[in-house]
């Protein structure tokens, strides 16, 4: 149906307007919600990896390592225009004028000092301020009665107060008036100069001056007569081809221009690709421009960089026309990339339960092709080890070694461990460079990982030389800064090979495998030591936090203290351990001592909690999820109705963890002393019920919460409190059995009944909206039909606790309106 004002009359925008109101407010409000539940998946550290992408040689290609989630891995260019034209100009004047000294004169001033530079020292009044008193250029360019370089400086910065851009998202609109009468200017000043260095810039002013005017025509005259054919090595020639691309009206010649561009001019690379994509030309027709393979080659390259799937035929195009193409590194190296997220990323997560994915990643997630990705890159495999191959074998390309590395880390990949080694062992005699090398010993280390089966202390051993020397290189980038030009800043990884490498070995490799075979302390502790201790982003030590606080029990919590107390003699242990010291004695403690709290060995807790001290247990206190100013719960109130929480009541104190321990052990004690007072079994079933996720002080026993945990099923050892308050149930039956009292009954029966509720689950059943909604209905429904609730109705209907109850629990007037039908 077409949509046209012509339908749209009076009586009718009314209710238009309302949908359109309605539409954006749900719209926003959705945004709003999207955007709350950030933060968004890192583009540089979201799926396990252990190749890296930094290979090359230099950052000519950096841009352009892969990232399913942006277009361009950096933004910035891989060489700065600044030092380049700066080095040009150094070399063109000589004596000692120096690079840096330019690049500040031309491109790090700001207005104001531009504009006092111009007033007065370049024209030869007064000195220099005291920020420029040692700048050589400026000082050599009077000294040396350059007036022809004094001349171009100045009208350069002229012309650059109307040409820049200052504020791009507050853009002030160009005066093309003035940029066109500075652009003919530039062209009779090239014209009437004879010296050829400053002829070409000034001819560039010209082209860029009437470009940026919105006079094409002219523009492309000046590079077609005076640019186009000049002899020179200057990038400036690059520059204006570049501008000469864009204003070209065939889509196809435009993209070939730009292409050689992206391969001269390191400094214009990203424009160029960006561009070059700009001008949606057919691969092919661009390829039928080219005048040698080795255009070719480049035109191949730019395809296949902005190529987000498996494409092993990029490569096979560039190394056909040019095999030793420094692309073919780059591409390489994109396409093992590739296959770790589709593949790898998949296959390491689903071995990893309990532990989480330390990238946390959200490919699972967001993606529901996640399975049909991970089969398609098994088809890839097959080509790019056939390339590998043809790589290797042929020795054309300076890095053929990196065949062999591929080749040994998709064996890894698919556990065949042998071939891993063999295709390492072909390398003993290539020497690589000092990059290769590493990636060398990273898949050594995966590959004498994968071949162990008993991890005793020999197999132990056995890695200990690949991880020390993993080590060396984690601290060696430790302290290194970010220079990722982009949105995504804040990456501590992307810029740290190693670190990742170190992080992703350690807690995806080497801990769920100690995991498995029951060594849960050494898991404990490879996961810490996978934590990069420069690293403070947001998910830092989360994933080793949470694998702690869930599933280690008193044992292994003990052996981690007295590890990072007293570092082991055992060089692998002591290794092994060193990440502990990132954990203090107070945080150890408490884990400790909650640990023993759901074990109920109440005077252990207690003992592990006083060495914590009481700044830190009051710290623990405060809930801040509800308010920041309740201290505490007291977790022996009992109430008809879970909700809304109730954390305090009268004059009742909070309890502290410590306080919490002593408290039940001394019910544990009274209970062995008085086991027939059904005071005691009661007092402690509701201590017990509390620390469930339904009580007012759960944060005994867990570290989070969430609404999603009620009915959710047994994860945790802990859950028989926490979810399912069954050893609660336990207790109140006790305390029902040993009463006489009717009332004391009921309100056993009725506590009984809450407890057997929260063993209730609900199947989670994703997003199909009428699967969820049946699963719903027999999850309320079996609420209902707890069996409890007839014990209630048939033995203590007269009591006034029962009135009561049926007054506040609606499951339980349901329960009695089903029954009475």
């Known amino acids: 149906m077409k949509i046209s004002l012509k339908n749209i009359r009076p009586n009718n925008c009314g209710k238009l307007l309302k949908y359109c109101v309605s539409f954006i407010a749900v719209f926003l409000a959705s945004t709003a919600i999207d955007i709350a539940c950030g933060p968004e998946p890192d583009p540089y550290d979201y799926y396990i990896s252990f190749f890296h992408n930094n290979l090359a040689d230099n950052n000519d290609y950096k841009p352009f390592n892969f990232s399913g989630y942006t277009f361009l891995?950096?933004?910035?260019?891989?060489?700065?225009?600044?030092?380049?034209?700066?080095?040009?100009?150094?070399?063109?004047?000589?004596?000692?004028?120096?690079?840096?000294?330019?690049e500040r004169a031309m491109y790090g001033l700001d207005r104001k000092a531009d504009s006092l530079l111009q007033i007065?020292?370049?024209?030869?009044?007064?000195?220099?301020?005291?920020?420029?008193?040692?700048?050589?250029?400026?000082?050599?360019?009077?000294?040396?009665?350059?007036?022809?370089?004094?001349?171009?400086?100045?009208?350069?910065?002229q012309a650059e107060r109307y040409a820049a851009k200052t504020d791009y998202w507050d853009p002030i609109p160009r005066d093309t008036t003035a940029l066109a009468r500075l652009g003919n200017e530039a062209l009779k000043r090239g014209e009437a100069v004879t010296d050829g260095f400053l002829k070409l810039r000034y001819f560039y002013q010209g082209q860029r001056l009437l470009r940026y005017a919105g006079e094409f025509k002219p523009a492309s005259k000046i590079y077609e007569q005076h640019i186009a054919g000049v002899k020179s090595v200057s990038h400036v020639k690059g520059w204006a081809l570049a501008l000469q691309a864009g204003m070209e009206a065939d889509s196809v010649k435009s993209a070939y221009m730009f292409s050689q561009v992206f391969e001269k001019y390191r400094e214009r690379r990203v424009q160029a690709y960006r561009n070059y994509n700009y001008t949606n030309a057919r691969p092919e027709q661009v390829l039928n421009l080219a005048k040698s393979d080795h255009e070719k080659a480049v035109i191949y390259a730019i395809n296949g960089l902005g190529d987000p799937h498996f494409n092993v035929q990029h490569l096979k195009d560039i190394y056909g026309c040019e095999p030793a193409s420094p692309v073919v590194g780059i591409l390489l190296a994109r396409e093992v990339n590739k296959l770790e997220e589709a593949y790898l990323d998949q296959k390491v997560t689903k071995g990893l339960p309990p532990i989480a994915s330390p990238v946390m990643s959200f490919n699972g997630y967001y993606d529901v092709n996640a399975e049909s990705l991970s089969k398609a890159a098994l088809k890839d495999f097959n080509g790019l080890n056939k390339f590998c191959t043809q790589l290797f074998n042929e020795r054309l390309n300076p890095d053929y070694g990196l065949g062999k590395l591929v080749q040994a880390y998709l064996a890894w990949i698919k556990n065949d461990t042998k071939a891993g080694q063999q295709y390492l062992s072909e390398l003993n005699n290539v020497k690589l460079r000092s990059k290769l090398q590493d990636q060398k010993q990273i898949i050594n280390l995966l590959l004498i990982a994968q071949g162990i089966q008993k991890f005793d202390e020999m197999d132990e051993a056995a890695m200990l030389p690949s991880l020390k020397w993993l080590d060396e290189k984690v601290k060696s980038e430790r302290y290194r800064v970010n220079h990722i030009d982009n949105y995504y800043i804040w990456s501590f990884y992307s810029e740290r090979p190693f670190s990742a490498s170190a992080r992703n070995f350690y807690q995806t490799i080497l801990a769920p495998a100690y995991y498995?075979?029951?060594?849960?302390?050494?898991?404990?502790?490879?996961?810490?030591?996978?934590?990069?201790?420069?690293?403070?982003?947001?998910?830092?030590?989360?994933?080793?936090?949470?694998?702690?606080?869930?599933?280690?029990?008193?044992?292994?919590?003990?052996?981690?203290?007295?590890w990072r107390n007293n570092p082991p003699q055992n060089a692998y242990l002591k290794l092994l351990s060193d990440g502990l010291r990132l954990h203090n004695d107070k945080e150890l403690y408490d884990l400790l001592g909650t640990t023993y709290l759901r074990h109920h060995q109440y005077d252990k807790a207690a003992a592990a909690f006083k060495k914590v001290g009481k700044p830190y247990l009051d710290s623990l206190q405060t809930n801040l999820i509800w308010n920041n100013e309740n201290h505490g719960s007291d977790p022996f109130i009992d109430r008809l109705a879970d909700y809304p929480k109730v954390w305090l009541i009268d004059n009742s104190k909070g309890y502290s963890k410590l306080g919490f321990a002593n408290a039940m052990y001394a019910l544990q004690q009274k209970m062995k002393a008085s086991p027939n007072d059904p005071a005691n079994y009661y007092k402690y079933a509701t201590g017990l019920y509390n620390t469930g996720t339904h009580g007012n002080s759960w944060s005994y026993i867990s570290y989070g919460w969430a609404a999603s945990d009620a009915g959710r099923r047994k994860e945790h050892y802990y859950d028989e409190d926490y979810i399912q308050s069954a050893n609660a149930e336990t207790y109140y039956r006790k305390a029902r059995d040993l009463s006489n009292n009717a009332e004391f009954k009921a309100k056993c029966t009725y506590m009984l009944a809450k407890c057997r509720q929260k063993q209730i689950n609900y199947e989670d059943l994703g997003e199909d909206r009428y699967a969820y909604e049946g699963n719903n209905s027999k999850y309320q429904k079996a609420l209902r039909q707890n069996p409890f609730f007839n014990e209630l109705k048939n033995n203590y209907a007269n009591t006034k606790y029962y009135k009561l109850a049926v007054n506040e629990c609606s499951y339980l007037r349901d329960f009695l309106g089903i029954k009475g039908k």
């Open 516 to 562: 498995k075979k029951g060594f849960v302390a050494k898991a404990a502790a490879a996961m810490a030591k996978g934590d990069a201790p420069g690293d403070k982003g947001y998910y830092f030590g989360s994933v080793t936090l949470d694998f702690w606080r869930n599933y280690l029990h008193p044992a292994s919590v003990s052996t981690l203290i007295a």
């Open 73 to 102: 891995y950096d933004e910035a260019e891989p060489g700065s225009e600044a030092a380049i034209n700066s080095a040009e100009w150094a070399t063109y004047l000589g004596g000692g004028i120096k690079a840096a000294d330019i």
């Open 120 to 157: 007065k020292y370049l024209a030869g009044k007064g000195s220099l301020p005291d920020s420029l008193r040692g700048n050589s250029f400026l000082i050599g360019i009077r000294a040396k009665q350059r007036k022809d370089v004094l001349a171009y400086y100045r009208f350069a910065k």
